[in-house]
């Protein structure tokens, strides 16, 4: 796929995602979106602010998908590091930079703009269903320690799922040192080279002469010299 080509077939996944419900289990889409090579620019220039906050007010359930294939897609690349879904993995980050701004536009519910879908998108944890709540609240007084215990240990089985928003930062962290996707790989030598080259060392060693001049500093040579002394040559250890 030549570089307009895949700009084009990126351009009609973003209109497609604006305009028209995408199912979440539709795998040749999302699969498509992200294997298409789209460079940083391309991104940012495709997915308008416009085309973003349409998404986010208009399509939320397309936009919920985005974000967590994306999320999916780099907490899978940092678990199995093959470089060959690198260029994939660079494409869900992106992505979540382009996006991510016009969603947490409307996601602090201390704000004037206070969306409790996408708190809930980006922090909720699906601990509680809606039927489920509105049931407690329908039957607040007949709540018993039998409907107790159940939500006890739901809230216990839930405990392990970390929200969206925790687990990008958690990849995010873990890609900044993924070795040969953002710094270099060194691999420490083998025990074996080592050897060889001690042994190498120590062959060199006993073919070296057997009598050697031991070293002196200038100024004991030239103390030597002037007491009349001649320098001693001493015979080293002999080698069978």
Known sequence: ??????REKFRESVNALVEIDVSPDDADFWDELWKIPSSAEEV??????????????ERFDNLATLFTQAT??????VETPYNIYFDQALNCVRVLTRILPFLLEKGDLSGEME???????????GRFDEDEEENEDEDEDEVGD???????????????????????????????FLPQFTCDFFEEPTQTSNSSNDKSKGKSKSKSSTTFVPEEEPTDKEMRIEAGLSLRVVDGPSVS
């Not at 969306?115 to 944890?125: A, H, I, R």
């Not at 409907?147 to 873990?174: G, I, R």
């Open 1 to 6: 796929m030549g570089a307009s080509a895949s």
């Open 44 to 57: 940012f220039e495709l997915i308008t602010p416009e085309a973003a906050r349409q998404l986010r007010d």
């Open 72 to 77: 999916a897609q780099v907490c899978q690349i």
């Open 115 to 125: 969306d409790e879908l996408v708190e809930q998108l980006c922090w909720g944890t």
């Open 146 to 176: 039998e409907n107790k215990s159940k939500k006890l240990n739901k809230t216990d089985e839930d405990d392990e799922n970390e929200p969206l928003a925790l687990l990008v930062v958690h990849a995010a962290m873990h890609m900044l």
